[in-house]
């Protein structure tokens, strides 16, 4: 069996080595159910949810709404105190999800601000009894962590072995500061060096798009698994052409394909969310358009349509076209 068709283990799960990771506004419910369409067991990160909300949402808020058709699913929390974990983590359990995430990598400043996300690893007393109590609440589930290379300097080589000596199953890293976001070329050789001294698997984020970049990447760092972000917006097939051709198989997707999964994502999220599902399917649909012919014209008219019926019929004039 060769790397590639091996799957990983957290703990007591077993996935293929592509997941798909947190994007906040774009993995959501809906977004899920359809990458399902061309991979069941990929294990997909749900979106960041703060312990607080999950402990205190009521249904009203939908931070545990999803189908069963979505699992594996590693449900992702933030959190900056100890009070609300042990509710939300009985919540989220009761929810049949596969394992729980500790977001320590959001660079967001209204987050940080409020001490979650990447400021945990500027703050690693806090970080572990966080993390601690986290492993308590959960002592026989999966349990992974996301971090980032450090906050303003590096220092995920000794957050790294903290998380391990806590007894957390996985950790995926985005191998870049707190202040460079997304910017700035992704420090691989720190990823290699964090894979060297751990014996949990490590994963990885940071801008793995296409077969050729994840395979340079585990050349570069012989990390566990893939974590897919920004390449699967609007590419609910990402996951299932990765693993494809990492198996050496033929996979592509036209562009009347495209179109018709934009359609029917559009129809899941006015499903999902009621009338609110356009306005959220907006920040979807211009990555849909990306490869077709005057994708720029076709946007633009698009985004100004008011209606749903608008939207869809527009989209719907232009499949003949393709086909
Ligand atoms: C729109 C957007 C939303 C994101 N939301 C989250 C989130 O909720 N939780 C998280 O850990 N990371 C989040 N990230 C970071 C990604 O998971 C990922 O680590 C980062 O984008 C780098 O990977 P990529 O190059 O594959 O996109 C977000 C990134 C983007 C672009």
């Not at 105190?81 to 967001?108: W, Y």
């Not at 869809?312 to 086909?323: D, E, G, H, V």
Request: net charge positive.
């Amino acid at each position: 069996m060769s790397y590639w068709s091996e799957k990983v283990s957290i703990r007591n799960l077993c996935v293929p080595r592509f997941m798909g990771a947190p994007l906040d506004g774009i993995t959501d419910s809906p977004f899920r159910t359809l990458i399902r369409e061309f991979s069941t067991e990929e294990l997909l990160y749900t979106e960041m949810r703060h312990a607080a909300t999950v402990a205190h949402d009521n249904g009203r808020l939908k931070t545990l709404c999803f189908s069963n058709t979505e699992q594996p699913i590693n449900f992702q929390l933030a959190a900056n105190q100890l009070t609300f974990i042990e509710r939300a983590c009985e919540k989220i359990i009761a929810h049949g999800v596969a394992s729980i995430d500790l977001n320590a990598g959001c660079p967001a400043k209204n987050v940080v601000k409020s001490g979650s996300g990447s400021a945990l690893m500027a703050d690693l007393p806090r970080f572990k009894t966080i993390v601690t109590t986290i492993r308590n609440c959960i002592p026989n589930h999966p349990f992974t962590v996301k971090i980032r290379a450090g906050f303003k300097t590096i220092n995920a080589l000794e957050v790294a072995q903290m998380l391990q000596d806590c007894g957390v199953d996985a950790i995926a890293i985005h191998p870049r500061l707190q202040t460079q976001r997304s910017e700035g070329r992704p420090n691989y050789v720190l990823a290699g060096e964090i894979k060297k001294i751990l014996s949990i698997p490590v994963f990885i984020s940071g801008d793995i798009i296409d077969w050729p970049t994840a395979k340079s990447v585990y050349e570069q760092t012989g990390v566990d698994g893939f974590l897919i972000g920004r390449a699967i917006w609007s590419r609910p097939w990402k996951l299932r052409e990765l693993r494809e051709h990492s198996l050496g198989n033929p996979f592509t997707i036209t562009q009347s394909d495209m179109l018709t999964y934009a359609l029917k994502h559009l129809d899941m999220m006015l499903n999902y969310y009621g009338p609110d599902g356009l306005l959220r399917f907006r920040r979807h649909l211009p990555f849909y358009l990306r490869e077709l012919p005057r994708a720029s014209e076709l946007r633009n008219s698009l985004i100004t349509n008011r209606s749903e019926q608008e939207v869809k019929q527009q989209l719907q004039n232009i499949l003949p076209k393709l086909s």
